[in-house]
């Protein structure tokens, strides 16, 4: 079974630096990879979507890698802000099998920006 | 419509209540899917739609839970005799069908058990 872990689960930073959040996954077999983000009491938002045939992906102040046989992405978040306080989910998609409609997530990292 | 839509946002239920949550997906969006997440977890798969046919519900954890979406359109999670275990948020999520596509989630429905 699909193993995905996070870590770390919580930063707290001042407001400003660069930050990188990690995802590791077991099977290495993945269709795509994606990023989202939830506040508080809310769903959740895509923000990066990677397919495994790509090294990364860049939305403005957020950059996602992925390592596809290593089993590892991270996302990298550039002169944070407060708005970003939230926390960051990273989940995998199978290409094939009879998981192929699924996606494993972890458990998240819940990131806190101060002023 | 411009997003995924969820109701009821809150529903309190009595423990042994039957309960149905609503999923509006993207119009267009072929594939829809429900998710559970427990407090301070990531979401877990509980079930997959392609147009109106369940393509997988080996995540349902109970023959209590009951999905369907019978015109390949809106969605209905259904939970009877519900029990505390159930409290969670459960968020629906759509996509257009493709391997290639991403997932747009709703806001999800926070049940809780009493």
């Known amino acids: 079974k699909q193993e995905v872990t996070q870590i770390p689960a919580a930063l707290s930073v001042p407001e400003g630096e660069n930050l990188v959040l990690n995802c590791s996954f077991t099977?290495?077999?993945?269709?795509?990879l994606q990023w989202f983000r939830q506040d508080p009491g809310k769903g959740l938002t895509s923000l990066l979507l990677i397919q495994s045939s790509q090294r990364e992906q860049t939305s403005g102040r957020l950059n996602a890698s992925l390592d596809k046989s290593s089993g590892r992405s991270t996302l990298y978040i550039a002169a944070s802000q407060p708005g970003d306080s939230a926390t960051y989910l990273c989940?995998?998609?199978?290409?094939?099998?009879?998981?192929?409609?699924?996606?494993?997530f972890g458990r998240g990292t819940q990131l806190t920006v101060w002023p | 419509g411009a997003g995924v839509s969820q109701s009821p946002r809150y529903k309190v239920a009595k423990r042994g209540q039957d309960v149905a949550l609503r999923c509006d997906p993207i119009?267009?969006?072929?594939?829809l899917f429900w998710y559970q997440q427990a407090l301070g977890q990531g979401p877990e798969f509980l079930t997959y739609?392609?147009?109106?046919?369940?393509?997988?519900k080996s995540g349902l954890p109970s023959d209590r839970f009951f999905a369907e979406r019978p015109e390949g359109s809106v969605s209905t999670l259904k939970i009877q005799r519900t029990q505390q275990e159930d409290s969670a948020v459960y968020l629906c999520a759509s996509s257009l069908g493709g391997l290639g596509y991403g997932y747009t989630f709703g806001s999800g429905t926070r049940l809780t058990v009493v």
């Open positions: 119009s267009g969006h072929v594939s």
């Open positions: 099977d290495s077999a993945i269709y795509n």
């Open positions: 739609f392609q147009n109106e046919a369940q393509l997988d």
């Open positions: 989940a995998v998609r199978h290409g094939r099998g009879s998981t192929l409609g699924r996606l494993y």
